[in-house]
């Protein structure tokens, strides 16, 4: 299994990075520097997990302590709802890059098709009416600029994507969305694929430890379990093998020392095809869902609306 998969601008995605979202301030720029140690190479940030400044500084350790380079890290953010307008698009990049502390990106997403009132919170009154060629054309400048050497999306559905392919110039380079065993996204990804785009799934272990949920997770999924058990692995490296095995990069999210090393460790084995068959009888649900974006009065009635129907 390649430790990377290749864009559609030619530059290569490192297969693994850590996510960083609800990564606490105090704790996230330690489990940057540990994971960087241990090998990854890929980064998975947002100004809307508020880390990026402690990020940043990890980063600059990290060049001044020769652990490595600049060009050897795959650094990726986002475009949050308030700079969704095409003349903020600019400035949310250059705020994240000076967070950062670094010239440009490897991948710049629009975080959500989500647009709310600059310097609002974004809570359903906040919400705006989206204009998503208008801020994919001030994506395209950056693009073109050098800024982000890729561009992409995130969080979109069939719709959006089809929608967004038909008047592209640049296309994107990413929809970056849930996906794990238990929300596979089987429709999403033939659709990328089929369209050169790269498929890179956020929450890979399903968020697997949130408190307080009484939805199925995937780390205590019988099927997950079975297939770790007869493969002497965790669940959690079952969870994220079988993303790779589906031609997705995953960014599992960890600030424990133990567990960032853990979920690098799927590449020197694999999940024979008669294991990979089991996953598809996993009965399917949404975890991530969006729910703060509802309102009664507002742009988004239901999650349905939110997703286009696609939960
Ligand atoms: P922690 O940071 O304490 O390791 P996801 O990336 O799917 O959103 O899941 C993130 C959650 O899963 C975090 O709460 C993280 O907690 C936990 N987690 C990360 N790696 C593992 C693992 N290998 N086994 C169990 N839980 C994990």
């Known amino acids: 299994m390649a430790e990377s998969f290749v864009l559609n601008t030619g530059a290569r995605i490192p297969?693994?990075?850590l996510g960083t979202s609800q990564a606490e301030p105090g704790v996230v720029g330690k489990a940057i520097y540990a994971a960087v140690k241990v090998g990854y190479r890929h980064i998975d940030c947002a100004p809307a997990y508020h880390n990026e400044k402690e990020?940043?500084?990890a980063l600059k350790k990290l060049f001044e302590d020769g652990v490595v380079k600049r060009e050897d890290l795959f650094i990726t953010s986002k475009l949050w709802s308030g700079n969704q307008a095409p003349e903020d698009v600019l400035e949310g990049l250059e705020t994240t890059l000076e967070d950062l502390?670094?010239?440009y990106l490897d991948l710049f997403l629009i975080h959500a098709p989500l647009r709310s009132k600059k310097g609002a919170t974004p809570t359903p009154e906040n919400f705006l009416p989206i204009d998503i060629p208008a801020t994919w054309g001030a994506m395209e400048?950056?693009?073109n600029s050098g800024k982000a050497r890729a561009i992409g999306v995130s969080n979109f559905s069939c719709k959006k994507m089809e929608d967004l392919l038909a008047i592209a110039r640049v296309p994107p380079a990413v929809n970056q969305v849930e996906s794990h065993p238990i929300w596979q996204q089987i429709k999403l990804r033939e659709l990328c694929q089929s369209k050169g785009v790269h498929l890179s799934a956020y929450s890979p272990l399903g968020k697997a430890r949130s408190p307080g949920s009484e939805r199925p997770t995937v780390l205590s999924n019988p099927i997950v379990i079975s297939v770790a058990e007869k493969l002497q692995r965790t669940p959690a490296q079952v969870a994220l093998r079988w993303g790779l095995q589906m031609g997705q990069s995953i960014i599992p999210k960890s600030t424990n020392e133990a567990?960032?090393?853990?979920?690098l460790n799927i590449f020197d084995w694999s999940i024979p095809e008669d294991l990979m068959a089991?996953?598809?009888e996993i009965q399917q649900v949404k975890m991530l869902r969006a729910e703060f974006v509802v309102h009664p009065?507002?742009?988004?009635?239901?999650?349905?609306?939110?997703w286009d129907g696609e939960i």
Do not use: A, C, H
């Open 278 to 280: 089991k996953f598809s």
């Open 259 to 263: 567990r960032i090393k853990e979920n």
């Open 15 to 17: 297969s693994v990075g």
């Open 55 to 57: 990020i940043g500084m």
């Open 101 to 103: 502390q670094l010239d």
């Open 297 to 306: 009065q507002g742009i988004f009635k239901t999650v349905e609306d939110f």
């Open 141 to 143: 400048k950056l693009y």
